[in-house]
Nanobody
């Protein structure tokens, strides 16, 4: 299993931006999925990027505002979040899965999970 470490969370005002990062060794063989879980709500998939970066998928709630990317040379994946809204407040987790092309990520078991980073969008 990979040891995934998220960073970049924090407090931001509505309309602001944050960039989350997910780091691990040997990330290049894995698709990366970002999930989030808000207080009192179920976990939801936010975005996915395939191992080589050729496939990216976004939840409708973040499409056009969030951008997922990866740098396999640096073993990192990122989630650029723009135009943040209060409803984006959640703990964000990165997860990894091998031999996976980002299909139905809300219903697929991931191989590894990070511990999460808190994003709070508030005035």
């Amino acid at each position: 299993q990979l040891q995934l470490v998220e960073s970049g969370g924090g407090l931001v005002q509505p309309g602001g931006s944050l960039k989350l990062s997910c780091a691990a060794s040997d990330l290049e063989d894995y698709a990366i999925v970002w999930f989030r879980q808000a207080p009192g709500k179920e976990r939801e998939g936010v975005s996915c990027i395939s191992a080589l970066g050729g496939i990216t998928v976004y939840a409708d709630s973040v499409a056009g505002r969030f951008t997922i990317s990866r740098d396999n040379h640096k073993n990192t994946a990122s989630l650029q979040m723009n135009s943040l809204k209060p409803e984006d407040t959640a703990v964000y987790y990165c997860a990894a899965k091998g031999a996976y092309w980002c299909t139905d990520y809300d219903n697929v078991d991931m191989d590894s999970w990070g511990k999460g980073t808190l994003v709070t969008v508030s005035a």
